[in-house]
């Protein structure tokens, strides 16, 4: 579906492999001359009025009735193929795509897959998993024709704008964090989306001294523009550290056993645990996030 109306078009491949729908877009985009394209599969119906045939049977015959047919460049100059004949329960062999399809154009509308030659190196591309964090959309002239958003040209006429918009999904970048960033324990965050810089725990029962010296801390982090989190929680240590970690806060202090040589122990997320004093603790967190969170 276009701006001027609904255009039927075939797009042909090897039967081992996929179409790329981007891909394909811009080719329709290019044969058509048309930048406001919503591509659709066809209805069964559709399929019907076009092949001639019931749906499974279509072929890039002079009896496909398309108003575009478009081919992937792997297909050119290929023959000795199977495909459909556009009649129901019939298929064609020995099919040549220069001497026997009808009009068509060739384009690059394969879904690339691993063991593919890269187009630019020719080195075996591998497949690895990612997550959209944002995506950038063409309007073209969609928009802005109905709504005269015009400007005037250097002949002086009135064009309507190309438009176009873009999105950032915050959830989105919070996954894609997470995927990257973790152990077995849990989450790793980053320090600039971390949703604290660092986390103090009071883990000493009964030790008010130890509680007052991490409210303390807590309150001079927090008057130094760090994002801390205080746990004064009436829990056992152990609970305390695996619930952090699998928080994923990237720094932690703990008032614990240590204390009473008014040392603490420290740590960043994903490194091993070391004590220090007391006095230096506000310094070796602001010390790290002023060197990471940003």
Same mark, same amino acid.
Request: hydrophobic share 40%; glycine share 8%.
């Given at each position: 579906?276009?701006?001027?109306?609904?255009?039927?078009?075939?797009?042909?491949?090897?039967?081992?492999?996929?179409?790329?729908?981007?891909?394909?877009?811009?080719?329709?985009?290019?044969?058509?001359?048309?930048?406001?394209?919503?591509?659709?599969?066809?209805?069964?119906?559709?399929?019907?009025?076009?092949?001639?045939?019931?749906?499974?049977?279509?072929?890039?015959?002079?009896?496909?009735?398309?108003?575009?047919?478009?081919?992937?460049?792997?297909?050119? *100059?290929?023959?000795?193929?199977?495909?459909?004949?556009?009649?129901?329960?019939?298929?064609?062999?020995?099919?040549?795509?220069?001497?026997?399809?009808?009009?068509?154009?060739?384009?690059?509308?394969?879904?690339?897959?691993?063991?593919?030659?890269?187009?630019?190196?020719?080195?075996?591309?591998?497949?690895?998993?990612?997550?959209?964090?944002?995506?950038?959309?063409?309007?073209?002239?969609?928009?802005?024709?109905?709504?005269?958003?015009?400007?005037?040209?250097?002949?002086?006429?009135?064009?309507?704008?190309?438009?176009?918009?873009?999105?950032?999904?915050?959830?989105?970048?919070?996954?894609?964090?997470?995927?990257?960033?973790?152990?077995?324990?849990?989450?790793?965050?980053?320090?600039?989306?971390?949703?604290?810089?660092?986390?103090?725990?009071?883990?000493?029962?009964? *030790?008010?001294?130890?509680?007052?010296?991490?409210?303390?801390?807590?309150?001079?982090?927090? $008057?130094?523009?760090?994002?801390?989190?205080?746990? *004064?929680?009436?829990?056992?240590?152990?609970?305390?550290?695996?619930?952090? $970690?699998?928080?994923?806060?990237?720094?932690?202090?703990?008032?614990?056993?240590?204390?009473?040589?008014?040392?603490?122990?420290?740590?960043?997320?994903?490194?091993?645990?070391?004590?220090?004093?007391?006095? $230096?603790?506000?310094?070796?967190?602001?010390?790290?996030?002023?060197?990471?969170?940003?």
């Amino acid at each position: 579906q276009t701006s001027e109306g609904t255009h039927r078009i075939a797009a042909g491949i090897r039967g081992d492999r996929d179409v790329n729908e981007i891909k394909l877009t811009n080719a329709i985009t290019r044969a058509l001359g048309n930048d406001c394209i919503d591509l659709r599969a066809m209805s069964d119906d559709e399929v019907r009025e076009a092949t001639h045939a019931e749906p499974g049977f279509a072929g890039p015959t002079t009896a496909l009735s398309v108003d575009k047919c478009i081919l992937d460049l792997s297909l050119k *100059d290929v023959g000795g193929l199977v495909c459909g004949a556009n009649k129901t329960d019939y298929h064609l062999a020995g099919f040549h795509i220069e001497r026997d399809a009808r009009e068509h154009v060739f384009e690059d509308i394969l879904l690339i897959k691993a063991g593919d030659a890269c187009p630019l190196s020719g080195k075996v591309l591998e497949e690895r998993r990612g997550i959209e964090a944002g995506h950038i959309f063409k309007l073209g002239i969609k928009y802005s024709e109905p709504m005269e958003a015009m400007f005037t040209d250097q002949d002086g006429k009135r064009k309507p704008m190309i438009m176009g918009c873009y999105g950032i999904g915050t959830s989105r970048v919070a996954a894609a964090a997470v995927e990257q960033y973790h152990d077995d324990n849990g989450m790793i965050w980053p320090m600039p989306i971390a949703p604290y810089h660092c986390v103090i725990l009071a883990t000493k029962k009964n *030790d008010e001294e130890s509680h007052q010296a991490a409210a303390a801390l807590y309150q001079s982090l927090l $008057d130094a523009g760090v994002e801390c989190i205080l746990d *004064d929680r009436d829990l056992g240590p152990g609970v305390k550290f695996k619930d952090w $970690d699998l928080m994923g806060i990237p720094l932690r202090v703990v008032f614990g056993r240590g204390f009473a040589e008014q040392k603490v122990e420290v740590k960043e997320r994903a490194s091993e645990a070391s004590e220090i004093s007391v006095d $230096d603790a506000q310094a070796w967190v602001t010390d790290r996030v002023s060197t990471t969170a940003t």
